[in-house]
């Protein structure tokens, strides 16, 4: 089956850390360009990341920046997304997408939220409170 699954949500305490996980299964992961996106109730989705199919380049969005980091294991067919100092406004169900760029890319062509991606992930819950 063909599929992304995140993994690693969950209650933190602010100033805490979380490290979530976007698992490919059924393709290599490798080959696409990997959106890091989350919802929060009553809000719009917003992009978090987006790491290129080489891993070597990554951008942020502006909420994020300087807190949160997006690396690859292509071993582990996985992208994943360390969220340190937590803060209340980081909760929200938190999705990866991604879309075919070819192996080894540096494309960093990233659809953004209204975008279209190969594949979606069910998302994983964050939420950060006292």
């Known amino acids: 089956q063909l599929q992304l699954v995140e993994s690693g949500g969950g209650l933190a305490q602010p100033g805490g850390s979380l490290r979530l996980s976007c698992a490919a299964s059924g393709f290599n992961l490798d080959h696409y360009l990997v959106q890091w996106f989350r919802q929060a109730p009553g809000k719009e989705r917003e992009g978090v990341s987006c790491i290129s199919s080489s891993g070597e380049r990554v951008i942020y969005g502006d909420s994020v920046k300087g807190r949160f980091t997006s690396d690859r294991d292509n071993g582990e067919n996985a992208v994943y997304l360390q969220m340190n100092s937590l803060k209340p406004e980081d909760t929200a169900l938190y999705h990866c997408?991604?879309?075919?760029?070819?192996?080894?890319?540096?494309?960093?062509?990233?659809?953004?939220?209204?975008?279209?991606?190969?594949?979606w992930g069910q998302g994983t819950r964050v939420t950060v409170s006292s």
């Open positions: 997408a991604a879309i075919y760029r070819g192996w080894n890319n540096n494309d960093m062509r990233c659809p953004g939220p209204g975008g279209e991606f190969d594949y």
